[in-house]
């Protein structure tokens, strides 16, 4: 009998993770070729429970939980199965492109950062965007250069400077609900109480300066992502517009978001510079 309708069936639940998760995620991935879409599907639906576990299930033990995901992920990265759809269609991702465990221990490790309280020194945090930001991206450009580690090499980079560009925007959005519900002040230096219009824009600055860096890979990706990174670019470029005009004391109070026509503006605008070869 084939395996081939559970490995088809545990990356379509990746998909359904990614899509009811990530609207805007969902919609730049189903831009990428086919081959390789599935893919950031699978890696997708990794990071986002192990980010659920850390975020959301407040009501049970956490620190359990995720150590149990990570001690199934090497079950089933060793035994090359797993009765988690989501942890076997992950793991033959990560087989099929042979992605460095190094960059899945140090996502997790991340995680289990998020499990106590979070006020961060500067060393932390930028191991914390490591691993949560950086190897997340690296990851994906493993599956975007197809095995081509010359690629992967002068990508690196970029594809650093680009996840944790989005990381950091990602903090900055969501700084209400980390510090009222989580707990968690990731900026170093910052707290509610100090956070004003002028620490404000030094993160902005420094999240501008790392999208810059990251532009000029992402105009360097293969054809066959280029398009879907380029749209996720654009859409968290425009978030941080957004949080750029937003008062120091609004983000502390509510959630910026980005409206959905604003988000097909960006998809439209970004199918035509890709057509016209103009990113």
Known sequence: ??????????????????????????IAVSTLQPKIRADIYNIYGFVR???????????????????????????AYYEGISLNPVLHAFVRTVKKY??????????IESMKMD?????????????YIHGSAN?????????FV????????KLKKPAMMLGSAFQKVNFLRDLKDDIHLL???????FNSNNFSDEIKKQIVAEI???????????????????????????????????????????????????????KMVVLADSFIRHKVNII
């Open 98 to 107: 042979d992605i460095s465990l190094d960059l899945v221990d140090d996502f």
């Open 49 to 75: 429970l192990a980010d659920e576990i850390v975020d959301t299930f407040q009501e049970h033990r956490k620190a359990e939980l995720l150590y149990r995901f990570e001690a199934q992920f090497y079950q």
């Open 115 to 127: 499990l106590g309280k979070v006020l961060y020194s500067k060393k932390n945090y930028d191991k």
């Open 135 to 143: 190897v997340v991206g690296l990851m994906c450009l493993y599956v």
């Open 183 to 189: 707990d968690r002040q990731y900026f170093p230096g």
């Open 208 to 262: 501008e300066n790392e999208f810059a860096d990251a532009f000029q890979g992402v105009k360097r990706l293969p054809v066959n992502s280029r398009l879907a990174v380029y749209i996720a670019y654009k859409y968290y470029r425009l978030l941080l517009r957004k949080l750029k005009r937003t008062s120091s004391k609004k983000i502390l109070t509510q959630r910026v978001r980005v409206p959905n026509y604003q």
């Open 1 to 26: 009998m084939s395996y081939d309708l559970y490995h088809t069936t545990s990356s379509n639940i990746s998909k359904l993770i990614t899509r009811s998760y990530s609207t805007s995620f969902s």
């Open 146 to 153: 197809e095995g081509d580690l010359e690629k992967y090499e």
